[in-house]
C-alpha cells in the first residue's frame, strides 16, 4: 500500500462531520483549506518523532574531476562507535571521516577519503579521479515522493505519495491513523468545538499506538550501518 494524496484527501473528506466531500477525482476538485490542512498534519507527524520508516540509503557515484555533489532532503545519521562520532557516509564499506578543514585542503585527486558539508552541498576529497560509489545514511526531512519518485518537502500534485519505503509499509496505515484525524484537527481549527476534541482523542490514541509499534520494531530490530 502506498497511499496518494488524491487517497489521502478522499479519506479525509470522508470522515465524520467533515464539511468537503469525498468523491474529488484529480487535483482540480481537492479545496485549499483541506490541502493545508492535510500537509500541516503530515508535516507535523512526519517531524515529531525520528520514526524508523524515515531512515533512508542515496548512493551517490562520483564523477572524475567532479567533487562535489547534491545531499538528499534530510539529516545525515550519526553514531558514536568506540567513543568517536561517525557519519553515514560510507566508501568500500568503511565510513569516511569529516574534514573539518576541507577549504584549506591541498588540491589533489585520489579515491574518497573526507567528505565535507556547506549547505546542501556534499564535497569529497580528493577529488575523486574515477567514478566511485559513497553511501549516505540518513533521515528524510521529505514526507513526500513525486510521480519521478524525487523526495518533495509537500504533497502538491494528486499522484504524490507518502515517502514510506516498501520495507517498513507496515506502519503505514498506524502512521496515515494518526495524520487523518491530526489533519482533521488543522481544519476544524477550533479548541472548542466538540468535533475537534473528538479528532484529537482519536489522534492521541493512533499516536499511541504508532509509538507502541515502532518502539517494539526497534528494539527487534537492530539499524545496522
Known amino acids: 500500500m502506498t497511499i496518494t494524496f488524491l487517497e489521502l484527501y478522499n479519506e479525509c473528506a470522508g470522515q465524520p462531520w467533515s464539511m468537503y466531500d469525498s468523491d474529488a477525482e484529480s487535483i482540480d476538485d481537492l479545496e485549499s483549506a483541506l490541502k493545508i490542512s492535510i500537509n500541516?498534519?503530515?508535516s507535523f507527524l512526519w517531524n515529531l518523532r525520528p520514526w524508523i520508516f524515515r531512515n533512508k540509503t542515496k548512493?551517490?557515484?562520483?564523477?572524475?574531476?567532479?567533487?562535489?555533489?547534491?545531499?538528499?532532503?534530510?539529516?545525515?545519521?550519526?553514531?558514536?562507535?568506540?567513543?568517536?562520532?561517525?557519519?553515514?557516509?560510507?566508501?568500500?564499506?568503511?565510513?569516511?571521516p569529516y574534514m573539518k578543514d576541507y577549504e584549506e585542503a591541498d588540491a589533489r585527486s585520489g579515491e574518497p577519503e573526507y567528505f565535507y558539508i556547506d549547505d546542501k552541498t556534499l564535497y569529497i576529497y580528493p577529488t575523486p579521479d574515477d567514478a566511485?560509489?559513497?553511501?549516505?545514511?540518513?533521515?528524510?526531512?521529505?514526507?513526500?515522493?513525486?510521480?519521478d519518485e524525487e523526495e518533495v518537502y509537500k504533497f502538491s500534485e494528486e499522484s504524490d505519495t507518502l515517502n514510506i519505503p516498501e520495507k517498513y509499509e507496515e506502519f503505514e496505515d498506524q502512521f496515515v491513523n494518526c495524520l487523518?484525524?491530526?489533519a482533521m484537527m488543522y481544519a476544524i481549527d477550533d479548541l472548542n468545538d466538540e468535533n475537534y476534541s473528538g479528532y484529537e482523542v482519536q489522534y492521541e490514541d493512533a499516536l499511541g499506538v504508532l509509538d507502541k509499534y515502532c518502539i517494539d520494531v526497534n528494539f527487534e530490530r537492530s539499524i545496522g550501518w
Open 40 to 42: 500541516k498534519a503530515t
Open 59 to 96: 548512493i551517490i557515484r562520483t564523477k572524475t574531476g567532479k567533487a562535489s555533489y547534491d545531499l538528499p532532503i534530510g539529516l545525515l545519521k550519526t553514531k558514536a562507535i568506540n567513543g568517536t562520532q561517525k557519519y553515514g557516509v560510507k566508501y568500500n564499506g568503511k565510513f569516511i
Open 132 to 147: 566511485y560509489e559513497i553511501e549516505l545514511k540518513y533521515s528524510s526531512l521529505a514526507y513526500a515522493l513525486n510521480e
Open 180 to 182: 487523518i484525524s491530526k
